[in-house]
């Protein structure tokens, strides 16, 4: 830390909008950000001044970009788990380190953690074969252990001839540590997400259990809390998440992904789908729907600085996701401005500077209140009228 600042510096890997939506809070508490950009222009390099563009899979990149900086953290999860223990072998601190981040970025690696600790699950086995797959019993879900994101790298197989994508993209990643996970396909009712943030002193904070919308493999929308939920199965989650960071010993935003499932009883049974161990879209909600939002605890928890209230600050949040369409004009997005932000003054839009593809996410939107159904409405046609969904004499 120089003479000239007031704060430790924080490097950050991976250049996307969860490293953007950093920024502000670090602004706020003073904390200098570096940043290293895949490259030029992208999301966190419009607003991060202090930046290198380079490759996070090269050491030396790393260790240039963290050179100086107090702490490292990460936009994302796929920096190589060997050059982390490298540089933790500098004495350069990473939260989350390297032996807590390698159970976000191989799936098997988190199954067989879950099973340690006798979390709740679904089926799972390795499989490398179609004989394999056939045993294991269909129909079923394959996964690649490393890499996947966002629908990506993730099949529905109902017959063995739908295994032959999957295992031959395992088979041609072999070389990089990838394999392949079945997973039973669970009947779930919906999917819901436990937000913690963990201290390197030990210290937790819990956000309420939210329900998630996914489609077609990517969250459309965000309800906190989770309607309907039953509150001794939202205490259950938040002291599974809490549970799972501190025996990982994870620093900073863990998010737990989950499946809730009805048995033969009736009774309602949470499964864990996967872990993320960075800010997370599932609790994009926190940064207007909560005392403190996801980024800032990330920030604090990074830093080793007490936890901010995850409280939230309304009865209902709602987050809704800007997809890209067909229309490739970046200029587009700012022209919604007028007629969403006259048709609801409470409305908060979050854009990420991004080149607009088909299903990309290029922003969301955030809503309050104390009505439920209200705040699904004016979300949903917010983020539809930023889409180019509804016409320009929709009101």
Request: proline share 6%; with cysteine.
């Amino acid at each position: 830390m120089s003479s000239t600042e007031l704060a430790p510096r924080v490097a950050v890997i991976g250049g996307g909008q969860l490293a953007r939506m950093m920024a502000q809070p670090a602004v706020a508490l003073g904390v200098p950000l570096r940043l290293l950009a895949e490259a030029e222009g992208v999301s966190a390099a419009q607003v991060i001044p202090d930046q290198q563009v380079g490759d996070y899979r090269d050491l030396a990149t790393l260790r240039a970009i963290t050179q100086g900086c107090s702490v490292v953290t990460f936009d994302h999860e796929h920096v190589p788990t060997e050059h982390l223990r490298a540089l933790a072998a500098d004495g350069v601190i990473a939260h989350p380190g390297p032996e807590a981040l390698v159970h976000a970025q191989d799936k098997i690696v988190m199954r067989e953690a879950m099973a340690r600790l006798d979390a709740p699950q679904p089926r799972w086995a390795v499989v490398a074969s179609e004989a394999e797959v056939e045993a294991f019993g269909l129909p079923c879900v394959l996964k690649v252990s490393r890499g996947g994101y966002d629908g990506k790298g993730v099949w529905m197989v109902r017959t063995l001839a739908d295994a032959a994508e999957p295992l031959a993209a395992a088979a041609a990643a072999a070389d990089r540590g990838v394999r392949l996970l079945a997973e039973e396909l669970v009947d779930f009712r919906r999917e819901l997400s436990a937000l913690v943030a963990r201290s390197p002193s030990g210290q937790a904070a819990a956000y309420p259990v939210v329900a998630t919308l996914q489609v077609d493999g990517v969250c459309r929308e965000v309800v906190a809390p989770a309607p309907d939920l039953d509150p001794a199965a939202a205490a259950a989650a938040q002291q599974l998440a809490l549970r799972i960071a501190g025996e990982l010993d994870v620093t900073g935003i863990l998010a737990v992904e989950l499946f809730e499932a009805v048995d033969a009883e009736g009774r309602t049974r949470i499964l864990i789908n996967e872990l993320a161990m960075r800010p997370h879209n599932t609790g994009h909600w926190t940064q207007d729907g909560a005392v403190t939002s996801q980024f800032e605890n990330h920030l604090r928890a990074a830093l080793d600085l007490p936890l901010g209230s995850p409280e939230p600050r309304a009865r209902w949040t709602v987050m809704v996701n800007i997809l890209g369409g067909d229309d490739p004009d970046v200029g587009r997005l700012y022209d919604g401005y007028p007629h969403a932000l006259a048709r609801d003054p409470h409305l908060r839009v979050h854009l990420y500077g991004k080149e607009l593809r088909p299903g990309r996410k290029v922003g969301h939107v955030n809503v309050y209140g104390d009505d439920l159904d209200d705040c699904l409405e004016r979300a949903r046609h917010a983020a539809a009228w930023f889409r180019g969904d509804l016409g320009n004499d929709s009101d």
